[in-house]
């Protein structure tokens, strides 16, 4: 065998959820938005500079955009390839310690994978029974903490209280906050930046904003760690975001009452279907997200998976310990979580 | 100082060229095309799916739509976000020996770049004086090869038998031959991939097919090299290709009238400048790319730039050991070569 294999990375792939692409399924298995984006997005592509240039490598024109919009300085913002991206990047950037890093030990699935990519030692932080973070947990030696709040899959947030607490009791590590669904309800721990230095809150365009196919998602924090960021990522590629991402991008933040009023519609088709699923039995944390993540008495979460797939309509299910009894259900329209319903209704009355 | 900072990764981050954006520029520094893409790119836009959803993570119809270009299996092509993501990507997949990887010490600036952020020993290979590629000083021990064909920025062609002694003579590693400025005279090592299992070929959408903006690039080799940075890819960050560049990347493989003829446009002004160059007293050796590296007899490259850089001709100068006398010039119109050419002659004449 040629030595060259011997020296390719091993990695453990992530596995994204389920892709299918057929006509009328009802896909809540990826927590996408069932609105399209606000059409001023769309109309933003006038605005594209030509295809045949490179992007501007700074992206000046979006990040601007989102400071603008956050009440922030330019230097304190940070873009990239969807949330992905600019969470690899952090860690590259910032767990360069021998001591491990920390994140819940249910969560989003991306986290192990990254450190295993880039060899930082990392462990595995329980969550409660009702896997909620417990914040002492946090105060143990770490080169680095990272947690999304809400959490994923479980929906359930923090209060600010509870992050700046963490992050206080952490000086000497960077704090990563992943608010991928903060909008959906929850209380974003944004201000807590001016005052501490190690906080970093990531954000990004695919769930609230509806555009998980332009790929862009940024993140927030002090000068200090942006610049590092925004060091890194030049050593990496310096023209990720196309001219797409960038005209589109810089668009969707144009258009606040559209955004404002989709958001709303999936907060309150989500408290309607919570207490449909009530009625039939499941039992699920309050969800702050765009999903809800449900198991019930009696039925198990993998034959219900398996019955909803057979029906096209498609949710997640994460085969491992702790979760393997729940799935993750992305809020649709309100016709499709009806079909839902009803799909369930059926089988549990028969079952 | 808190240790957080201790831990940022340590890079030198690659300068870019200079992206100025004036009315009336001509901008010759970054070896974009002067001319539009096709505009069957602009009409791929109606094959893009929906904003709201994920794009497809295995990007399968950009990958069969290039295998079925170059009579391939969609098994032996890697795509990503510019060549810059596919080279980074294999540098991180393929590079993880203790020996040093070997590139040029004239090359593309980004090698050592990548090599620095992921921590691999690398050692620069002079050329010689005439910036050639001495294929015996790649016989030595490495972790890896990694070279532009023609290399970048002389633009100076190695025949296929050269680069398929390099790969025969290094069994054990892993060759990446980057093939960014290919389709401009080159005769491509393509083929040599279904000889041996260690060549990896790199292409970009950026310079002949006028898609600087769309970011797309793409890698061809043995279906388990390919594998190998697929695995690693969807380590790092699944959904990289947005909408766009996935729609409009394919669309653009369908116009090879429109990309032939607008590739031997660039390559006659460029045989056309160099002879208006020679008249002028600049050597420089035969291009194979859509830029010329040039020096002149008597005037410093340095003052050359800046005087260009005055009148809002942009080219590239680089500061560094072995070429700082000399100048990369982007081949653009004829228009704009023209006012470059009479640039030069005022400026020569005078001084």
């Given at each position: 065998m040629s030595t060259w294999r011997t020296n390719i990375r091993e990695v453990t792939p992530y596995t994204p959820g389920e892709q299918p692409n057929k006509e009328n399924m009802i896909k809540l298995n990826t927590n996408e938005n069932p609105y399209p984006p606000s059409p001023m997005v769309e109309a933003g592509g006038k605005e594209m500079e030509d295809w045949r240039l490179y992007p501007d490598p700074s992206v000046t024109k979006l990040v601007h955009a989102l400071a603008q919009y956050h009440g922030l300085l330019d230097e304190q913002v940070f873009v990239g390839v969807g949330s992905d991206d600019v969470l690899a990047m952090s860690f590259l950037t910032?767990?360069?310690?021998?001591k491990p890093i920390l994140f819940p030990d249910i969560t989003y699935s991306f986290y192990d994978v990254w450190a295993e990519l880039y060899k930082i030692p990392y462990k595995r932080v329980p969550l409660t029974e009702q896997f909620r973070l417990v914040k002492?947990?946090?105060?143990?030696?770490?080169g680095g903490i990272v947690f999304p709040n809400p959490n994923a899959p479980t929906g359930i947030l923090e209060p600010v209280s509870f992050v700046e607490d963490i992050v206080r009791g952490n000086p000497d590590s960077v704090v990563i906050v992943d608010e991928a669904y903060i909008d959906f309800g929850g209380e974003t721990c944004l201000n807590l930046i001016h005052r501490y230095e190690n906080l970093l809150v990531v954000r990004t365009y695919s769930k609230s904003r509806s555009l998980a196919g332009l790929r862009v998602g940024y993140c927030m924090g002090n000068k200090e760690l942006i610049e590092a960021l925004n060091n890194v990522k030049q050593s990496y590629n310096s023209y990720t975001m196309n001219q797409a991402a960038i005209a589109l991008g810089t668009a969707s933040l144009k258009d606040e009452d559209y955004f404002r009023e989709h958001v709303a519609k999936i907060i309150s088709t989500r408290e309607w279907v919570g207490e449909e699923l009530r009625k039939l039995h499941f039992s699920f944390a309050p969800s702050s997200a765009n999903f809800l993540f449900i198991t019930h008495e009696r039925v198990k979460a993998k034959d219900i998976f398996e019955m909803l797939k057979e029906q096209d309509i498609y949710v997640r299910y994460f085969d491992k310990p702790r979760i393997d009894n729940y799935l993750r259900v992305t809020i649709g329209t309100d016709e499709q979580m009806q079909q839902f319903i009803d799909a369930l209704k059926r089988y549990l009355n028969v079952k």
């Open positions: 910032f767990f360069n310690s021998d002492e947990d946090y105060q143990q030696e770490n």
